[in-house]
């Protein structure tokens, strides 16, 4: 049955004045209560985990996205801790200058003020997203998917306990129903919401970006290159494509595609060799498909087709892309690349730089894993998402990009000619 959203946004709106009055300190000690809290509840949110794993197909890419266990919430928890030792960007003194006339103009870091968050199977976005939003000030408004609903109740319901106990009203959090109609009374929430976020799959954020009438801001999906150049080192590549690729597979900073120079073929095999032991499923062209076969185990060796490149796996499968030149593998990754995070195996300096230089992505490495892309590795806390737009935020969306600015005139008198 659908929900009439409006008196929920009213309530947010209205709840998320009051932010700007709690001290830095109340903030952390809020923050720390959470972390307590969520690790006594480990249990209870465990068990409503499972209730939404139940109704999931095991093979679904996002089952891994949606999994909490006692080592996964512990470290959520950690987090938490780590993020209100931060310092808030809001209220912050950007820059400052006097003018001739006597006018002073200023420029600070303020609040969006209620950020709406639309996320499917991921129930660790419901802790970073608050968490987030309180240390920067913002009120906010969740709308999960039905696939994990039974989790993030659980989650907001502790959210609701710690701020009860601590005195701080409960209408900065709000989470909406898992209908399709509530996704789209916020979108249309003009008025009430000042800033949409979508986590998910690009069918979800590409829905988000054409029906809003609010701005948005894209966490896109993470198509992910790394290119072992012709001076690469085979033992770094081997241990930094291990670990893109067989860490975590279904988060949007794994490794998709390894494009390598022509003249490196010979090594191929024992770069991927240890992706075999977990069951890695390669896509190769014809010249890597030929230095893999009779080696790569042949129920884990396929020909790549066309769709094999610019696709998000989010599973143990990998494309492989065979390049003449560092300039070749350049344009496999303008044209494939989902502008989030790529990579570069070489000891050539010159080629390190020059990746750095022309390569458009939010995250650019060289000689690491691309794993590494994540709001806590950053030293940010945690993230709401990883941006792949360019206006406002890019990378990792922590604290700052969750306030703007507004500039503040002092002035005695002064009038314009």
Known sequence: MQMDCTQIFIEVKKASREL?????????????????????????????????????????????RLRLTESRVKNIASNVRNLAGLS????????????????????????????????EARPDVTFDVFSLCLKSR???????????????????????????????????????????????????????VDLIIPRGSQQLIDYVRANATIPVIETGAGICHTYFDESGDAEKGRAVIHNAKTRRVSVCNALDCLIIHENRLDILYFLVESCADQGVMIYADTKAYNALS???????????????FGTEFLSYKMAVKTVRSFTEALDHIAEYGSKHSEAIISESENAINAFFKYVD??????????????????GLGAETG?????????GPMALEALNTYKWIIRGNGQIRP
Request: charged share 25%; glycine share 8%.
């Open 20 to 64: 700007t009055d709690l001290s830095e300190e109340h903030v952390n000690r809020i923050l720390a209560d959470l972390a307590d809290e969520t690790v006594t509840n480990i249990p209870a949110i465990i068990s409503e985990n499972e209730k939404d794993l139940n109704r999931m197909d095991k093979n679904d890419p996002r089952y891994d």
């Open 88 to 119: 808030s960007p809001a209220g912050k003194l950007i820059s400052e200058y006097k003018k001739s006339n006597g006018l002073v103009i200023s420029r600070i870091s303020v609040p969006f003020g209620v950020i709406g968050i639309i996320y």
């Open 138 to 192: 913002n009120a906010c408004i969740l709308k999960g998917g039905s696939d994990a609903i039974n989790s993030n109740t659980a989650i907001v319901r502790v959210i609701i306990e710690v701020l009860k106990r601590n005195g701080i009203n409960r209408d900065i959090l709000a989470m909406l129903p898992a209908g399709r109609e509530e996704t789209t009374q916020l979108l249309d929430a003009r008025g009430y």
């Open 294 to 308: 009779g080696r790569y185990p042949g129920s884990l060796l396929k020909v790549a087709a066309p769709g094999s």
């Open 361 to 378: 992505a939010a995250a650019v490495y060289s000689n690491a894993s691309t794993a590494f892309t994540d709001g806590a590795e950053f």
């Open 386 to 394: 990883i941006s792949t737009q360019k206006l406002h935020a890019r």
